[in-house]
C-alpha cells in the first residue's frame, strides 16, 4: 500500500536528525496537544497517519489519512491534532508551495486551465483539502526517499518537486495551487493586500486604499478578500496583531499593556477582550502558561 510505505519513510526521517532534500518536512507527533496558532504560508501537507483539524475564519477543515491541505496565501490559523497517540502517532509530510515553480509549470504546460468567469469572478479559497492520488503518494515518497541517497538529491529533487506541483495543479485543490503562480491572477491582487496588512498591521490601515491597490472596487475587493482568507481585512489584521502580540508576550518583552500597545491597540482592555476571545485565557495568564514550559514552540507552529 502506498500510504503503508510513506508511514515507513517518514518515521525514518523524523527520527534523523538534518535537513531533508529538496526542502521537505516531516512531523511525528505523539499526543494531541493545545490548539497551535501561527499564520500559515503557501504550503502542501500531506497526512500519512493521524487526523488534524485547522481553522481559518469561519472555516473549519477536517483532514486524516490519505487527504492533503494547501495554503496558497499567509492565513491567520488555528490548528489542533484530533487523532494522535504513542501507538499510532500523526505522520504529516509538508512542502513550501514556491510562486516560481508553480508560474514555471504552468508556462511550460501552456497556462494556466481557464478558471472561468472573468476578472471580477469569486477566487479560490486560499485553504483547501483533497484526497491525495496514487500517483502524488508515490511522488512524495521518492522525495523522502533521497535523503536516503544525497547524492542523487541535487538533481532529482528539482524534478519530483516539479511532480508533485503538476499532481497538486491537476488535482481536486488545483484551481488554488494554480493561483499562487498567476502574479496577476485575482489570488496575486488578494496576496498584495495580505502582505500589506501583515507588515503594518500595527497601523490604520483604510480598506478602500487597500482595493485601490489591488485596483478593485471597495465591494469587489471585499468580497474576493473574504473568498480568499474566511475573513474581511479587518479581522485579517486583528488575527494577525494578536498573533504578534502572544510571540511578544511568550518572548518577555514587556508587560500586557505594552503588548497591546506595540501591535497597535489603544485600549488595554479591548486588546485583553480580543486577546480571550481567540486564545481563550487572558493574555497575562497566557504568557505565565508559556513561559513556564509548556512547549510554547508547540502552540506557535505551522500547520504540517
Do not use: N
Amino acid at each position: 500500500m502506498p500510504l503503508d510505505e510513506l508511514r515507513a519513510l517518514i518515521a525514518r526521517c523524523a527520527a534523523r536528525p538534518g535537513p531533508l532534500a529538496g526542502g521537505a518536512r516531516v512531523s511525528s507527533v505523539t499526543e494531541p496537544g493545545p490548539p497551535a496558532y501561527s499564520v500559515a504560508e503557501p504550503v502542501f501537507a500531506l497526512v500519512a497517519q493521524g487526523a488534524k483539524r485547522l481553522t481559518s475564519g469561519d472555516r473549519v477543515h477536517d483532514y486524516g489519512a490519505g487527504q492533503y491541505l494547501v495554503v496558497s496565501v499567509g492565513l491567520p490559523v488555528a490548528g489542533h491534532y484530533t487523532r494522535a497517540d504513542r501507538e499510532r502517532p500523526f505522520l504529516g509530510f509538508g512542502l513550501t508551495l514556491r510562486p516560481a515553480a508553480i508560474a514555471s509549470l504552468l508556462l511550460d504546460a501552456g497556462g494556466a486551465p481557464p478558471a472561468g468567469g472573468g476578472r471580477d469572478a469569486t477566487p479560490p479559497p486560499g485553504l483547501a483539502v483533497g484526497r491525495a492520488s496514487a500517483e502524488l503518494v508515490d511522488a512524495v515518497a521518492r522525495m523522502l526517499r533521497l535523503s536516503e541517497s544525497p547524492a542523487d538529491a541535487p538533481v532529482l529533487a528539482p524534478l519530483i518537486e516539479r511532480e508533485i506541483l503538476w499532481r497538486l495543479v491537476t488535482g481536486p485543490c488545483g484551481a488554488t495551487v494554480r493561483q499562487i503562480g498567476l502574479a496577476d491572477g485575482r489570488l496575486g491582487h488578494i496576496a498584495r493586500a495580505v502582505r500589506t496588512l501583515r507588515e503594518h498591521f500595527a497601523e490604520q490601515v483604510r480598506v478602500a486604499d487597500l482595493a485601490r491597490m489591488c485596483g478593485m472596487s471597495p465591494s469587489a475587493f471585499h468580497r474576493h478578500f473574504r473568498a480568499v482568507t474566511a475573513m474581511t481585512p479587518i479581522q485579517y489584521q486583528k488575527q494577525v496583531r494578536l498573533r504578534e502580540a502572544r510571540l511578544l508576550l511568550v518572548a518577555g518583552s514587556g508587560d500586557v499593556a505594552s503588548a497591546g500597545y506595540a501591535v497597535g491597540y489603544d485600549s488595554a482592555s479591548q486588546f485583553s477582550r480580543e486577546y480571550r476571545r481567540l486564545f481563550g485565557v487572558p493574555p497575562g495568564r497566557d504568557a505565565v502558561r508559556l513561559r513556564g514550559g509548556h512547549a510554547p514552540a508547540a502552540e506557535l507552529a505551522a500547520p504540517l
